[in-house]
């Protein structure tokens, strides 16, 4: 596995590194590779922000077990900051600005000096202003510098026998919410609790609720449309959401795809 050997050579020379670890695959190959090449010098930390959804969390912590990794879960509310919360462009930039804030003061408490994350190279074809203000920040990407996109990480990871290799690209739930809509906690609530439902009920791993205020697009994987199509399940979901203020609930037939909500609206 040569690109594993240039993931984990990537780390030789280094004293010690702070992984930002969210619970995906990416970030989880980072943290592997940190704690082969330097043992307890390589701590990993996860950002708690009431955005991210509890399943990722779940995933953070489970994938920090498996590795064998210190990890450290810091907490604060994106909701707390009026630039995050007014849901613009650059909601993201906003975002990471804050997390690299927190990564830098956790870094100085525990002597740290480099700090890495789980950006790839297919991320930087994508509009990812977040990327930019943890690299202003100067969070450094060993996955982008060892040439890696999505797809290399998944395979390594399977060769590795990381248990996440195949789980889908999750983002934070803010994401579901049209640039231009304020986000709020009651959101997304929401949101995430018909996620879990939606994936509960039909067995599916990919799944979006899109809040567009009274009306909500439900997106899943292509392959996966086809599970939706039982009435019986789909009527339970539907009085589930309309509880929760949906009045209207649509399936986007074109499924998913990441970035579909990168669209202000009036």
């Known amino acids: 596995m040569k690109q594993m050997k240039d993931l984990m050579t990537w780390f030789h020379g280094k004293e010690k590194a702070l992984v930002a670890l969210s619970g995906g695959v990416d970030s989880a190959l980072v943290a592997y590779a940190a704690q082969i090449a330097l043992g307890k010098q390589a701590v990993a930390v996860t950002a708690d922000y009431k955005t991210l959804s509890q399943e990722e969390l779940d995933s953070a912590k489970r994938v920090c077990q498996e590795i064998g990794i210190r990890h450290i879960i810091i907490e604060y509310s994106e909701l707390d900051n009026p630039d995050f919360v007014k849901n613009d462009k650059n909601r993201c930039f906003h975002c990471r600005t804050e997390l690299a804030e927190h ?11 480099l700090i890495v994350d789980g950006t790839n190279l297919d991320d930087l074809m994508e509009y990812r202003p977040g990327i930019i203000a943890l690299k202003k920040n100067g969070v450094q ?40 809509n304020t986000v709020t906690a009651e959101k997304l609530e929401r949101i995430e ?25 439900v997106e899943v994987d292509k392959n996966e449309i086809v599970f939706l199509d039982d009435e019986k399940k789909m009527s339970i979901l539907e009085k589930y959401m309309n509880d929760m203020g949906f009045d209207n609930i649509l399936i986007d037939p074109k499924g998913y795809r990441p970035g579909k909500l990168n669209v202000i609206t009036d």
């Open 103 to 113: 990564l830098v003061a956790l870094s100085k408490r525990e002597k740290i000096n």
């Open 141 to 180: 990407s060993p996955l982008v510098e060892s040439g890696f996109t999505k797809s290399n990480v998944r395979d390594v990871a399977k060769e590795i026998g990381l248990s996440i290799h195949d789980k889908p690209s999750n983002s934070c739930l803010a994401s579901r919410i049209p640039w231009g």
């Open 193 to 217: 609790k018909s996620e879990v439902m939606i994936k509960h009920l039909f067995g599916v791993r990919q799944v979006r609720v899109r809040d567009f205020g009274n009306m909500a697009s």
